[in-house]
């Protein structure tokens, strides 16, 4: 014999099921929302083919269906146009996020439905900036203070996870601190820890309204250049009290994710982001490739990198496809 002959291993479909060595639940998947005030709101962002922001009730509706198709979490952006200097909107107990929360709770239990809440101030501040700004410099003492009042009135609301990505130093240990003082103990943060100064968030800032108003996030964002940063990065966040870590955008990140996984024994989420999704809706569409196949060729790579759990837009397709 010359030679094995690996091809014989793939040659007929419930043979390859047998030997993937990668496998993708629906369990793992985490749905993101944008969420606005009114009702019966479907109003669709069109940079994102199929995405639209919506009103609390049309919240309800669309995780029962998701519900039923066998994705449990999701993640909650309140899209919101009271823009503050000091982003005072977002931790009212009245702003859209924290009523969204509650009204999900009165249908569903954290046993059927996971929630999970962005916290950040760039869609509450008039400059568009995750943190405060003073001048062109961040406040770091001021930022952290408002992030932690943001997850506290989330925790308030009944969330089970907040999820801080404005990449600010400390924010993880500052957020713990605040929930175990107001007696949160049990509520979980899943960190942006590695969060890239990415072009792949245009979409996304256009459906939120959180595009900076002046220079760019390059100052807190990490350079993409760095990969041993990013390990420092989470190794960080695990010390200040991380329950998941997440590495963001996805796909042009594989090797960070690989990285990440290999090196912590922590879940991870890999967030694959607006921009990837606008490409890949815009690629599906023109050249005529099957949208399934083009998606799952590109999540099951996040999964085969080491991603534990994957934010993505294309959870309510891909529950039905898998
Ligand atoms: C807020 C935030 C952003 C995303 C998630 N949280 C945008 C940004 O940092 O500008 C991007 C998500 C996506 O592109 O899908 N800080």
């Known amino acids: 014999m010359e030679h094995?002959?690996?091809?014989?291993?793939?040659?007929?479909?419930?043979?390859?099921?047998?030997?993937?060595?990668?496998?993708?639940?629906?369990?793992?998947?985490?749905?993101?929302?944008?969420?606005?005030?009114?009702?019966?709101?479907?109003?669709?962002?069109?940079?994102?083919?199929?995405?639209?922001?919506?009103?609390?009730?049309?919240?309800?509706?669309?995780?029962?269906?998701?519900?039923?198709?066998?994705?449990?979490s999701v993640l909650l952006f309140g899209v919101s146009s009271e823009k503050e200097t000091l982003a005072q909107s977002a931790y009212r107990a009245d702003n859209i996020v924290q009523k969204s929360i509650r009204t999900l709770r009165r249908h569903y239990s954290s046993d059927e439905l996971c929630i999970i809440t962005d916290v950040c101030l760039c869609g509450h501040t008039l400059n568009g900036h995750c943190g405060i700004m003073k001048g062109t410099e961040i406040d770091l003492e001021q930022t952290l203070d408002i992030l932690a009042k943001i997850a506290v009135s989330h925790a308030v609301s009944g969330t089970d996870f907040v999820a801080p990505s404005a990449m600010m130093d400390g924010q993880v240990a500052v957020i713990r601190n605040a929930l175990d003082d107001n007696k949160f103990h049990k509520v979980k943060i899943m960190s942006y820890s590695v969060k890239f100064a990415s072009n792949f968030y245009g979409p996304f800032r256009d459906a939120y309204g959180s595009a900076p108003q002046f220079g760019?996030?390059?100052?807190?964002?990490?350079?993409?250049r760095n990969p041993g940063e990013a390990l420092r990065e989470v190794e960080q966040d695990i010390m200040e009290g991380a329950d998941v870590v997440m590495v963001k955008p996805a796909l042009a990140y594989l090797d960070i994710i690989y990285r990440v996984k290999q090196s912590f024994n922590i879940p991870l989420a890999a967030y694959n982001v607006s921009g990837e999704y606008a490409m890949m809706k815009q690629y599906a569409s023109e050249s005529g490739v099957p949208e399934k196949d083009l998606i799952?060729?590109?999540?099951?790579?996040?999964k085969r990198a080491g991603a534990d759990m994957i934010i993505t837009y294309f959870a309510k397709e891909l529950a039905q496809w898998i």
Do not use: C
């Open 4 to 72: 094995n002959r690996l091809s014989k291993m793939r040659s007929h479909t419930a043979l390859r099921d047998l030997v993937s060595e990668t496998h993708l639940h629906k369990d793992q998947l985490i749905m993101p929302f944008f969420i606005v005030e009114g009702t019966r709101i479907s109003d669709p962002i069109k940079s994102m083919p199929g995405i639209h922001r919506i009103s609390s009730d049309v919240l309800v509706t669309e995780i029962g269906e998701l519900l039923k198709l066998g994705v449990r």
């Open 216 to 224: 760019d996030r390059k100052t807190y964002q990490m350079d993409y």
């Open 296 to 302: 799952l060729e590109s999540v099951i790579a996040m």
